[in-house]
Every structure is written in structure tokens, then in C-alpha cells.
């Protein structure tokens, strides 16, 4: 399994984190009110953004990544994939992540 950080503009948040369960992810969690402070194109930018955090089967993470561009504003968004210790995550969580649609 994986988890995938990814921000996105808030009111969009929702939208984006539907479309990527109806395509195949576990579960998106939205955490509102991230301040995204980062340099973009030579100018130092600071946005008001939400943070997906997208729980992934491993086989699904790049189907996801290859569907952003079509569900995503942004021209380059953020996607991190994160690879958690299976020991210490809960085995039943982990299968339920893993198990297809």
C-alpha cells in the first residue's frame, strides 16, 4: 500500500478527492487550511491549499498519478507517494487498501 500527499486548491478539494476514489484509490482524506509557502517559476508564491492524503493498493499509484493532469488545476501538482513500514501498519488495513473496488 501507499500514501500519496497531495495539495490542491481548497474548493476543489472535494471534487478532485471523489475522482480519484471513483479511479481507484482506497480513500482520500482532505485536510483543510494548509499554507503552501514555495517558489514557483522564480517568484516566492504563498497559498491558502487543502492536503490530500491518498491511501493506494501500490499497483494503482501510477494509474492515479497518470489520471491527475485531467482532474488536477494545476500545472504541475504535487504527488509524493509514501511507503509505510507494512510491520507497523494494521494488516487489515492494509488488505482492506489493497482489495480492488
Known sequence: MRVVLCTCPAAEA?????ALVERGAA???VVPGVTSVYVW???VCEDAE???VVKAATDRVESLRAAL???HPYELPEWVVL???EAL???AYADWVRAPG
Open 69 to 71: 493532469p485531467s482532474i
Open 83 to 85: 511507503a509505510p513500514d
Open 27 to 29: 480513500c482520500v482524506n
Open 41 to 43: 517559476k522564480g517568484v
Open 50 to 52: 487543502a492536503l490530500l
Open 14 to 18: 472535494p471534487r478532485i478527492a471523489r
Open 89 to 91: 501498519t494494521s494488516r
